[in-house]
Nanobody
Framework: QVQLAESGGGLVQAGGSLKLSCVAS????????MGWFRQAPGKERILVAR????????YYADSVKGRFTCSRDSAKNTVYLQMNSLKPEDTANYYC??????????WGQGTQVTVSS
């Protein structure tokens, strides 16, 4: 059974940092692109970062570029999202997912990030 488990969320003041982790179990995802999404209350879920196998290429949404860094440790089947200079508008539930073909499958349950002003 494939499972993704996010952790590392919490409450932080604006300007602070958090590092999210996404651990995959039940299958090895080292050969798949992994994505980090977020969804704020009343808003659509959006892709904020993406990392290809081996960490060769990364993508960041404009809203987080220069502040967030996505990395992965294939040996641990884990993907990370380092978030620096956090802003109140970064407040959301953050999810990781595996890209299979042209879509994302195998979603985690999410971890809440709250940034206070």
């Amino acid at each position: 059974q494939v499972q993704l488990a996010e952790s590392g969320g919490g409450l932080v003041q604006a300007g602070g940092s958090l590092k999210l982790s996404c651990v995959a179990s039940g299958r090895t995802f080292s050969m798949y692109t992994m994505g980090w999404f977020r969804q704020a209350p009343g808003k659509e879920r959006i892709l904020v970062a993406r990392i290809t196998p081996g960490g060769v290429n990364t993508y960041y949404a404009d809203s987080v570029k220069g502040r967030f860094t996505c990395s992965r440790d294939s040996a641990k089947n884990t993907v990370y999202l380092q978030m620096n200079s956090l802003k109140p508008e970064d407040t959301a539930n953050y999810y990781c997912a595996v890209q299979v073909g042209s879509k994302y499958d195998f979603w985690g349950q999410g971890t809440q990030v709250t940034v206070s002003s």
